[in-house]
Each structure stands twice: as structure tokens, then as C-alpha cells.
């Protein structure tokens, strides 16, 4: 290479990487934004108290059921701050999730602080997102191009999925983050065998298991891959380093998972566990806790991984075993369907991106400047198939989109590949790649940053989504917030009557609301009075999120709401003659 052509690919380089920087500055925008506005939502009450517990007790029993890395991420501003805290609450029952309790007292001791304490926390987590996004560019890049990497890192970035749990203290974003993250590190180290190539895919694979349990697929995964790959360069004779590399860097992996609970409970013997679920406990583990496996060889049989993780898979196992309502395209049952996450994906991912990955799938088909190595395809493809199929096997109920998306990082390095058309110098293809990536990108802007509420245009969007799925797909109590907004522009609502989907106490939100208590979920039709009504989507739509909850509130589907609160929370002025009107109805 002379020296001009040298001086221009160092030019390019740089510029690329300005790029790169200055779209994932503009991710961390995004998402501080989001955790700025929103109030704390169901799970989080409980993740950021249990981090704090994790920091200063070294005990990782609060919120065992998914691992502490995420919430000790996010709950590390607190140990400079030093807020309040309430762990009177704590008790280790068998059936005990304590963390709620001191959630709760958690953000009642620390009053209206709590939400500003909630935002800082949330922004801790925002390199995590921004290393996902980075992965995400540097793998679709090494596979199919420069455009390709920032094809994918644009979806990665302006996701409204990736936005909104990014922006929020659960483990989701941060268990898409750092598994894609090991599956490039792993797939690296299949192309290039090294002892360092190793080193890193390990304590990759060990990260992706600390953020979420969903990653124990690995174990079985990444040697299962290694054989396909094998089985796809066709060579007999398999060199004895690698071989002992690949055990090593799952013994890495699992080590690094025990280090990060710090070693507290591992390699303890089966037998002496107390299980809930029947899977491990045995048929009447349900109300009685047991061990099927106490009185067999099996129970002496020490389990390498710390004794909170599988208790947490435990918890897991016990709530799906015993079901719990669900609801999809207006049903509502005890369990769930096999293909909700299908539906969910279809509905809540913008069409841009949907787009892409069905233009990816033609290019494919007719064209072979488009095509990789196979073996590259299947360790890009089969991570991401695997968790879908694993938590759509999990039909004991279906709430939450949240639970796939681990799976999105690789679909989005997929659906990228249509972008070669920029190095193959193809027109049309070129072009359906950029209406369908800006497509993507302004279907997900034009909701934000109620990120959380987003329906793509053929689901409605987020007006039309409640026809589709409930919970924490478009309502989880964020807009509390929104309303205090509301309320305080327009003082003649107060006291506002209030039916909030959320366990975060609005009279610490600091606006007038009659109390919940007088507006009972679990009365079918409740006398009304006139005034304003704040009223949650979920309970607008009968949701049966606890088992005695009724489909009080459904008659407020018949009239317009008067204005929202985000999308998640409708505001009804009902005059004495609207009332009447509603009554007939």
C-alpha cells in the first residue's frame, strides 16, 4: 500500500469511528432522557434496594431469582450517596419475596428524593447499553461490511425496546448487552484459537451469566457450536489445545459467574438445597418445599455454581409451574401461548427493522454476494433462536417482551447484512436499506421517550396497542410522573381520582389523588363521583395482574379520554351528566 492510500484509510478509520462515538453519545441521550422522566416501574422498586443490599452486606438473598450483576451496576451511585434504608422486611421463608416489601420502604423513607435517586441509578447502567450497541457494530462489521456495522449499531441505538429496558433497572438490556457480547467474543476465538482469544470469550460468557440466568444455555451452547463448527471446516483431526481451550473457557465462564456472587454457597451438595418448584422438590414442593433428589446419589453430587442462582432458577421454575393470568389480542387466561413472543416481536419491533430482516432474507435467497460462511451464520443465528425458543417453551404465563430480548442483538446484526448492497454498489438494494433503516429509526423517535408504550404502525401504535398485549408491554406505572405534570398544569383536576397500575406511592410523587383504597380493583363496578379520572391502561382493559383483580374499570373504553399521561395513563373529566351516559352504557 503507498503512502497516499495509507493516509486515506487511516482518514476513513478515523472518521468511522467519530461516527460510531457520535451515534452512541446520542443512544446515552436518549436513554438518560428516559430514565430522567419516567417513575420507577414494578420490578425496580425491588432491583435497587437488593443491589444496595448485594454492596453492603455481601449477601445476595434479595431478588435471587435473577442474578445481581444489572442492579449492583445500577445501585453503585447509592454507596456515595448514602440514602435511606428500611431492611427490617427481610426474611429468607421459602416462598418469600422480601424485596418488594423493602422496596417499598425503600423509596417511603427516602420520600420524593427516591425519583431522582431512581434516575441516577438508571443512568449508571447506560455504558452497559452503549458496550451492547458497540458489539453490535463491531461483529456486523467483521461479518459483512463498514455499513453493515453501522446498520446495526443504528437499530441497536434507536430501538424503542432497547431504550426503554436500558433505561430501566431490570437485568434485560444488560443480559442482550453482554450476551452478544460473548457470543463475538466466542465466536473469535472459534476463528482464531488462542489462549487470549480464550481468556476474553471466558469472562465474556461469565458476564452474560451474572446478567441473567436465561444465559445457562451457554454451558451447553458454545460446545455444541464448537462441534457444528468443526463439523463445517470438515477436518478430522481436532488439535488437543483447542479441545482444552474450549473446557477452560467454560471453566472461566463459570468461575467468573462464582466470583461475582462471591463465592457464597458454591459447590454446595444438591441434596441439601430446599426447593419450591416440583421440577427440583418433588409433586408437593408447591405447599410443602422438599428436594426430589435428597435420597439419591444424585443429592451428593456438589453444584459449581452459587446457591442463590439456583435457587433463583428454582423461584423461576415455581411461577411458571403454578401459572398466572395472561393476556394477548384481548384473551385473558391462566397460562400462556407458544407463540406470544412471536406476536410480541411482530407488533413492538418497528417495521424498519422488520423490513430489513425481510430483505436480508431475499438478498440471501437470489443473490450470492450476500452470503457468509455458513458457520458464521449459524453462531450468529443459533444463540438468538435459542433463547426464543427457550422462553416460548415457558408457557405457565406470558406478560413480558423483556424476557426476549437477549435475542434481539443478533436479529439486528442479521437483518444488517442487506447493507453489503453499499460494498457491492447494488442501487435498489441500497435504497430499500435506507428507507427501511430510516424507517426504523423515525418509527421508534416519533413515540419516544415513552419508549415503553411502543406499537409499530400496523399494531396501531401505542394507541392501538392495549388491543394487543398489556403489563410492562405498554404499561408498568412509568407515567406517574407524567401525571404529576398534568396535574400540576391544571390544579382545578385536584384531588384526582386515581386507578394507577404501579407500586410507586403517588402521594410521594408530591400531587392531591384520592386514595387507592376507596377505589378497590377487586369491586366490579364501584360507585363514581364526578370529577377527573386518572385511569391506568391495564385497568382500563380488565387486566388480571393479581388473582382477585376484576374488570372494574373496562366501561371507561366506551368515551375519549380528555387527555393521557404518556400513553400509559388516560385522564377522563366525568361531569354528573357524562357519568349518567356512562351508566346506560
Given at each position: 500500500m503507498n503512502s497516499?492510500?495509507?493516509?486515506?484509510?487511516?482518514?476513513?478509520?478515523?472518521?468511522?469511528?467519530?461516527?460510531?462515538?457520535?451515534?452512541?453519545?446520542?443512544?446515552?441521550?436518549?436513554?438518560?432522557?428516559?430514565?430522567?422522566?419516567?417513575?420507577?416501574?414494578?420490578?425496580e422498586i425491588a432491583h435497587l434496594p437488593a443491589g444496595?443490599?448485594?454492596?453492603?452486606?455481601?449477601?445476595?438473598d434479595l431478588y435471587r431469582v435473577n442474578p445481581p450483576l444489572m442492579r449492583m451496576i445500577a445501585s453503585t451511585p447509592l454507596l456515595l450517596i448514602n440514602p435511606q434504608t428500611?431492611?427490617?422486611?427481610?426474611?429468607?421463608?421459602?416462598?418469600?419475596?422480601?424485596?418488594?416489601?423493602?422496596?417499598?420502604?425503600?423509596?417511603?423513607?427516602?420520600?420524593?428524593?427516591?425519583?431522582?435517586?431512581?434516575?441516577?441509578?438508571?443512568?449508571?447502567?447506560?455504558p452497559v447499553s452503549m458496550f451492547g450497541g458497540w458489539i453490535c457494530f463491531?461483529?456486523?462489521?467483521?461479518?459483512?461490511?463498514?455499513?453493515?456495522?453501522?446498520?446495526?449499531?443504528?437499530?441497536?441505538?434507536?430501538?424503542?425496546?432497547?431504550?426503554?429496558?436500558?433505561?430501566?433497572?431490570?437485568?434485560?438490556?444488560?443480559?442482550?448487552?453482554?450476551g452478544v457480547a460473548a457470543a463475538?467474543?466466542?465466536?473469535?476465538?472459534?476463528?482464531?484459537?488462542?489462549?487470549?482469544?480464550?481468556?476474553?470469550?471466558?469472562?465474556?460468557?461469565?458476564?452474560?451469566?451474572?446478567?441473567?440466568?436465561?444465559?445457562?444455555?451457554?454451558?451447553?451452547?458454545?460446545?455444541?457450536?464448537?462441534?457444528?463448527?468443526?463439523?463445517?471446516?470438515?477436518?478430522?483431526?481436532?488439535?488437543?489445545?483447542?479441545?482444552?481451550?474450549?473446557?477452560?473457557?467454560?471453566?472461566?465462564?463459570?468461575?467468573?459467574?462464582?466470583?461475582?456472587?462471591?463465592?457464597?454457597?458454591?459447590?454446595?451438595?444438591?441434596g441439601q438445597f430446599t426447593f419450591i418448584s416440583q421440577s427440583l422438590g418433588g409433586p408437593d414442593a408447591h405447599t410443602a418445599p422438599g428436594n426430589r433428589f435428597r435420597d439419591s446419589w444424585i443429592g451428593s453430587i456438589p453444584v459449581p455454581v452459587p446457591a442463590n442462582y439456583l435457587r433463583g432458577i428454582d423461584i423461576q421454575k415455581f411461577d411458571f409451574e403454578k401459572g398466572k393470568w395472561s393476556y394477548l389480542r384481548g384473551e385473558q387466561k391462566l397460562g400462556g401461548w407458544w407463540y406470544y413472543y412471536l406476536y410480541a416481536l411482530a407488533v413492538k419491533t418497528p417495521l424498519g427493522t422488520l423490513f430489513l430482516m425481510g430483505l436480508t432474507i431475499l438478498l440471501l435467497a437470489i443473490s450470492r454476494g450476500?452470503?457468509?460462511?455458513?458457520?458464521?451464520?449459524?453462531?450468529?443465528?443459533?444463540?438468538?433462536?435459542?433463547?426464543?425458543?427457550?422462553?416460548?417453551?415457558?408457557?405457565?404465563?406470558?406478560?413480558?417482551?423483556?424476557?426476549?430480548?437477549?435475542?434481539?442483538p443478533f436479529l439486528f446484526i442479521f437483518a444488517s447484512q442487506s447493507a453489503k448492497a453499499f460494498e457491492l454498489k447494488q442501487r435498489l438494494p441500497r435504497l430499500l436499506c435506507v428507507i427501511s433503516t430510516m424507517m426504523a429509526i423515525l418509527g421508534s423517535l416519533l413515540v419516544f421517550p415513552h419508549s415503553m408504550s411502543y406499537f409499530n404502525l400496523v399494531a396501531g401504535g401505542p394507541l392501538g396497542g392495549p388491543r394487543h398485549l398489556l403489563d410492562a408491554n405498554i404499561d408498568w406505572g412509568q407515567d406517574?410522573?407524567?401525571?404529576?405534570?398534568?396535574?400540576?398544569?391544571?390544579?382545578?383536576?385536584t384531588p384526582i381520582n386515581l386507578i394507577y397500575f404501579g407500586f410507586a406511592d403517588q402521594k410521594l410523587a408530591g400531587f392531591r389523588?384520592?386514595?387507592?383504597?376507596?377505589?378497590?380493583?377487586?369491586?366490579?363496578?364501584?360507585?363514581?363521583?364526578?370529577?377527573?379520572?386518572?385511569?391506568?391502561?391495564?385497568?382500563?382493559?380488565?387486566?388480571?395482574?393479581?388473582?382477585?383483580?376484576?374488570?372494574?374499570?373496562?366501561?371507561?373504553?366506551?368515551?375519549?379520554?380528555?387527555?393521557?399521561?404518556?400513553?400509559?395513563?388516560?385522564?377522563?373529566?366525568?361531569?354528573?351528566?357524562?357519568?349518567?351516559?356512562?351508566?346506560?352504557?
Amino acid at each position: 500500500m503507498n503512502s497516499s492510500h495509507w493516509l486515506f484509510a487511516r482518514c476513513r478509520g478515523h472518521n468511522q469511528s467519530i461516527a460510531v462515538w457520535a451515534i452512541l453519545f446520542v443512544h446515552a441521550l436518549l436513554l438518560a432522557r428516559i430514565a430522567y422522566i419516567n417513575a420507577p416501574v414494578f420490578d425496580e422498586i425491588a432491583h435497587l434496594p437488593a443491589g444496595l443490599s448485594h454492596w453492603k452486606f455481601g449477601n445476595f438473598d434479595l431478588y435471587r431469582v435473577n442474578p445481581p450483576l444489572m442492579r449492583m451496576i445500577a445501585s453503585t451511585p447509592l454507596l456515595l450517596i448514602n440514602p435511606q434504608t428500611d431492611w427490617s422486611s427481610i426474611s429468607d421463608g421459602p416462598y418469600a419475596r422480601p424485596e418488594f416489601v423493602v422496596g417499598s420502604k425503600f423509596m417511603r423513607a427516602n420520600g420524593y428524593e427516591s425519583f431522582w435517586l431512581f434516575s441516577i441509578c438508571r443512568w449508571a447502567q447506560i455504558p452497559v447499553s452503549m458496550f451492547g450497541g458497540w458489539i453490535c457494530f463491531r461483529w456486523a462489521r467483521e461479518l459483512f461490511g463498514p455499513s453493515s456495522g453501522f446498520v446495526a449499531l443504528l437499530l441497536w441505538s434507536t430501538c424503542p425496546n432497547v431504550l426503554a429496558w436500558g433505561s430501566t433497572i431490570t437485568p434485560d438490556n444488560g443480559a442482550a448487552a453482554f450476551g452478544v457480547a460473548a457470543a463475538y467474543a466466542f465466536w473469535r476465538w472459534l476463528k482464531t484459537p488462542s489462549w487470549s482469544a480464550a481468556l476474553i470469550a471466558g469472562i465474556a460468557m461469565g458476564l452474560a451469566e451474572l446478567s441473567k440466568s436465561t444465559w445457562i444455555i451457554l454451558f451447553l451452547l458454545w460446545p455444541v457450536l464448537w462441534f457444528a463448527w468443526r463439523c463445517c471446516i470438515r477436518t478430522v483431526v481436532v488439535p488437543k489445545p483447542r479441545v482444552l481451550q474450549l473446557v477452560c473457557l467454560c471453566l472461566l465462564g463459570l468461575y467468573v459467574l462464582n466470583l461475582g456472587y462471591g463465592l457464597d454457597g458454591s459447590f454446595q451438595r444438591l441434596g441439601q438445597f430446599t426447593f419450591i418448584s416440583q421440577s427440583l422438590g418433588g409433586p408437593d414442593a408447591h405447599t410443602a418445599p422438599g428436594n426430589r433428589f435428597r435420597d439419591s446419589w444424585i443429592g451428593s453430587i456438589p453444584v459449581p455454581v452459587p446457591a442463590n442462582y439456583l435457587r433463583g432458577i428454582d423461584i423461576q421454575k415455581f411461577d411458571f409451574e403454578k401459572g398466572k393470568w395472561s393476556y394477548l389480542r384481548g384473551e385473558q387466561k391462566l397460562g400462556g401461548w407458544w407463540y406470544y413472543y412471536l406476536y410480541a416481536l411482530a407488533v413492538k419491533t418497528p417495521l424498519g427493522t422488520l423490513f430489513l430482516m425481510g430483505l436480508t432474507i431475499l438478498l440471501l435467497a437470489i443473490s450470492r454476494g450476500y452470503s457468509v460462511k455458513f458457520r458464521d451464520e449459524i453462531v450468529l443465528l443459533i444463540p438468538a433462536l435459542t433463547v426464543l425458543a427457550v422462553v416460548s417453551s415457558q408457557t405457565g404465563f406470558n406478560r413480558y417482551l423483556r424476557y426476549v430480548l437477549p435475542a434481539l442483538p443478533f436479529l439486528f446484526i442479521f437483518a444488517s447484512q442487506s447493507a453489503k448492497a453499499f460494498e457491492l454498489k447494488q442501487r435498489l438494494p441500497r435504497l430499500l436499506c435506507v428507507i427501511s433503516t430510516m424507517m426504523a429509526i423515525l418509527g421508534s423517535l416519533l413515540v419516544f421517550p415513552h419508549s415503553m408504550s411502543y406499537f409499530n404502525l400496523v399494531a396501531g401504535g401505542p394507541l392501538g396497542g392495549p388491543r394487543h398485549l398489556l403489563d410492562a408491554n405498554i404499561d408498568w406505572g412509568q407515567d406517574l410522573l407524567e401525571l404529576k405534570r398534568f396535574v400540576d398544569a391544571h390544579p382545578e383536576a385536584t384531588p384526582i381520582n386515581l386507578i394507577y397500575f404501579g407500586f410507586a406511592d403517588q402521594k410521594l410523587a408530591g400531587f392531591r389523588a384520592e386514595p387507592q383504597s376507596t377505589l378497590d380493583n377487586t369491586v366490579t363496578r364501584p360507585n363514581l363521583t364526578p370529577g377527573w379520572y386518572a385511569i391506568s391502561v391495564n385497568h382500563l382493559y380488565g387486566y388480571r395482574h393479581y388473582e382477585n383483580d376484576q374488570p372494574t374499570w373496562t366501561r371507561f373504553q366506551h368515551i375519549a379520554p380528555d387527555m393521557m399521561a404518556g400513553y400509559s395513563i388516560y385522564l377522563y373529566h366525568m361531569t354528573a351528566e357524562r357519568l349518567d351516559r356512562l351508566n346506560q352504557q
